[in-house]
């Protein structure tokens, strides 16, 4: 799938890097299955970069306008998921 991930001009690369990797998380749960807590770890990083709640939903809802995938429903997946469960959308 061809499409550019939301990114704020003013990150770092390494924290660009991070918010990324959030986002092909949230594919790779839709795609194949990522591990409950890969899921997560890579949310805290994306939160710790994107503390706001605005800010989250307005790159959250950019993403899943290029993409149709959820980032908001995968993590409310993997939040109420038992542990060492897989996530699949």
Request: net charge negative; aromatic share 12%.
């Amino acid at each position: 799938m061809e499409y550019q991930y939301p990114m704020d001009v003013d990150w770092t690369t390494e924290e660009k890097i991070a918010v990324i990797s959030f986002f092909q998380a949230v594919e790779k749960a839709y795609e194949k299955g990522i591990p409950k807590q890969e899921l997560l770890d890579t949310y805290k990083r994306f939160k710790e970069i994107v503390p706001s709640k605005a800010e989250e939903k307005t790159h959250c809802a950019a993403f899943e306008k290029e993409s149709g995938y959820s980032p908001y429903r995968t993590v409310k997946t993997a939040r109420e998921a038992e542990e060492s469960t897989i996530i699949r959308m």
